[in-house]
């Protein structure tokens, strides 16, 4: 028998169910999931996903146990079932993201179907001279700092760190932002409604910490945005993300009559994530306090 490439000499990855373990602390349907996520990850279900009567026969276990590992794969966006229809495998949706927008990742990541949850890595009060000075403030200014890894169906999409003025966004310190738009909290708690701004998007090759963090190898490159967002005719939000390329996608709409256009400032390299460099590069026309704002992100 051929040996699968890529496994160990004499090892066939396992075909079919393995038997849940009753005297095991972790519950029946967990362990479902897992040998469900197990015989996924290994393509055993191209063809069709099993429906609930064949999982209980598999696994000896109850349809309410069953039904509970299926809800958790539809959480992850991993299997999908409608009403009177069996499970099957959903397929992988990029975010997409429409140019012109003052867009909310948070919301982008719902419209496709994925559940959006935030690792917070950081969330306080400090000083950064260089983003300061883009938000037109003194270099010693306090500005609120958010760092967030995002996920999307619990993989890894971006690395996201926005710089406020404290003056107005301090009792955002107080917020959890595990599955909390920053938007929604920032014009709820501080009054604050962003309303445009301009962005440039590059292409970029992460670094080897960036790939750690978004789970990616050397082979996929990503998305670096520098958001500067008003309100009031104000600069109020400096944002740098790095999105995985093979996650997300932009789009633009144009017409006959209107067009679209790109301001192009120049071609620069790969500069340190956190906007702490200014780099030039290819982004949409400017939308200063005037872009259309979907929903908080």
Do not use: K
Not at 183 to 191: K, S
Not at 258 to 271: E, K, P
């Amino acid at each position: 028998m051929a040996v699968p490439q890529g496994s160990p000499a004499g090892h066939v990855p396992h075909q079919g169910p393995c038997a849940v373990n009753r005297l095991s602390a972790l519950p029946l349907w967990a362990q479902v999931h897992a040998d469900l996520r197990r015989r996924l990850d290994t393509g055993e279900f191209t063809g069709a996903f099993p429906g609930e009567l064949t999982l209980v026969a598999e696994y000896g276990v109850s349809r309410h146990t069953v039904r509970e590992a299926l809800r958790r794969l539809r959480s992850e966006g991993i299997v999908t079932a409608e009403r009177g229809r069996p499970p099957r495998v959903a397929e992988q949706r990029l975010i997409e993201q429409p140019l012109g927008a003052l867009y909310s990742l948070f919301a982008s990541v719902e419209a496709a179907g994925q559940v959006q949850r935030s690792v917070v890595r950081a969330l306080d009060v400090c000083a950064d001279g260089v983003v300061a000075a883009r938000l037109g403030l003194e270099e010693s200014t306090p500005l609120l700092y958010l760092e967030r890894l995002r996920l999307a169906a619990e993989e890894p999409l971006a690395v996201d760190r926005v710089w406020l003025p404290a003056s107005l966004a301090a009792p955002l310190v107080e917020v959890d932002f595990t599955h909390t738009a920053l938007y929604g909290e920032l014009a709820r708690r501080c009054g604050v409604q962003l309303s445009g701004g301009r962005e440039h998007l590059r292409a970029v090759v992460p670094s080897a910490a960036e790939r750690a963090l978004l789970g990616i190898d050397g082979g996929v490159a990503a998305f670096a945005i520098d958001r500067l967002a008003c309100s009031r005719g104000h600069p109020t939000e400096w944002r740098h993300t790095l999105v995985r390329g093979d996650r997300f996608t932009v789009s633009a709409e144009f017409s006959a009559r209107d067009g679209y256009r790109f301001d192009v400032a120049g071609v620069g390299g790969h500069h340190p994530a956190g906007g702490r460099t200014p780099g030039t590069a290819a982004g949409p026309s400017p939308t200063t306090d005037g872009g259309h704002l979907g929903n908080p992100g």
